[in-house]
């Protein structure tokens, strides 16, 4: 098959988002399919056109942005070109664009699908409140569209305000989770790098440092767990510095941080490379996930952090707590509430053991090429349906 994997940003842009769309398409690429991804020229340092993983990889410039996202005049006609050279089109959504693309894919008859990885939410503002109602309005667009819908679980989509009027078109499908396999010297050599001071227990946590993720829960509960712990470190990995639209958020959390830097409770990792999150998971005794709203739909942290055999603690939001709810290795917690963040993250510092499962039938159920074989039966479904129609 000839795949055409549509979306705003792509890697060299980390989020769940990216990191789900570069294992897909390179599983695809694995299997034998002719795989391009159309994405923005979100950098202007990032070429054109490139093959990565196995991936062609063609970028639209960028005119200018509106608050996160971006206008891409030649976008049209690119699409045009593209879609017309693939037998199969997957959207990624949130995305302006999708409904043209989408349009395209049913008067084509090629097989589209969406899929949809969580709610909009933009920064407050006039200008982002406009760029908002416009996505939606594209994104219901798309949703006419297109064939095909796929979400993480069936919790989030019954809780979507967008997904739930669409649950005739909708199939569940796992997101693709994957973690180079490193040596027992590898991760000790992380944890003496990071952790020189051999600070205990570590709670770690995977995200930028964005509004929705939630971090002023876990600067709030931190107090009540060094009570207990003395000793106890934040490792947070990510972006945290110059996050487009979260200049505000940045200005406000960072003096509440900078008391716990000064002490040794917290630390910046920044991004990490795939090897070097392989290493970061197993040196954590707990992650937390204490997301806020719908944007975030699943957390693919929680299941890398339990392939590396640490539980999570995450919100009581759809999707968010499924993985804990599934594989039992973890605690659920009220959203946006300190206290229950830390009483979760006592029980469990407290009580390990309890939260531990075998990590080998997880990493069976996620592996991108599981996803990526779903992915095709899905294709080919669509297809039989429109040559009988």
């Known amino acids: 098959m000839r795949i055409l994997i549509i979306l705003t940003y792509y890697r060299p842009h980390t989020s769940g988002l990216t990191i789900y769309a ?4 390179q599983a695809f690429a694995r299997r034998g399919h002719t795989v391009t991804v159309m994405t923005s020229q979100y950098d202007k340092s990032l070429p054109l056109e490139e093959m990565a993983g196995g991936v062609r990889i063609v970028r639209v410039p960028v005119f200018m942005r509106v608050s996160k996202g971006v206008i891409m005049p030649s976008f049209g006609a690119t699409a045009n070109r593209l879609v017309r050279e693939h037998d199969v089109i997957q959207l990624h959504l949130p995305q302006f664009d999708a409904a043209g693309v989408a349009l395209r894919g049913r008067l084509l008859r090629k097989p589209t699908v969406i899929t949809y990885h969580c709610d909009l939410r933009m920064p407050p503002g006039l200008l982002s409140w406009a760029a908002n109602q416009a996505v939606l309005l594209m994104n219901e667009l798309a949703a006419q569209f297109t064939h095909r819908i796929v979400t993480y679980t069936q919790d989030y989509a019954e ?17 693709p989770v994957e973690l180079p396999r490193v040596t027992s010297e590898a991760v000790r050599e992380f944890r003496q790098r990071t952790n020189p001071q051999d600070r205990k227990p570590v709670i770690g946590m995977a995200a930028r440092l964005a509004t929705e993720k939630g971090v002023e829960v876990l600067v709030e509960a931190l107090p009540k767990v060094l009570e207990a712990y003395p000793q106890a470190q934040v490792q947070f990995a990510g972006t945290y510095q110059n996050i487009v639209g979260e200049e ?18 917290w630390q910046f990792l920044g991004n990490l490379s795939p090897d070097q999150m392989a290493c970061f998971y197993p040196n954590l005794d707990v992650l937390v996930l204490p997301s806020l709203n719908s944007t975030e739909a699943f957390g693919l942290v929680q299941i890398e952090a339990m392939i590396s055999g640490t539980p999570s603690i995450a919100s009581n939001l759809p999707g968010v707590r499924q993985p804990v709810k599934i594989h039992e290795m973890g605690k659920v917690v009220e959203i946006g509430d300190p206290h229950s963040l830390a009483e979760a993250l006592l029980e469990v510092l407290s009580n390990r053991q309890a939260f531990i499962r075998d990590p080998q039938p997880i990493r069976q159920r996620y592996l991108p090429d599981t996803i990526a074989q779903e992915y095709e039966k899905l294709f080919t479904e669509i297809q039989q349906d429109l040559r009988r129609s």
């Open 22 to 25: 570069e294992r897909l398409a």
């Open 159 to 175: 809780n979507s305000p967008y997904l739930r009027r669409y649950l005739h078109k909708l199939k569940v499908i796992p997101p």
């Open 248 to 265: 505000a958020y940045y200005a406000k959390i960072m003096p509440r941080i900078a008391r716990f830097q000064q002490i040794g409770a």
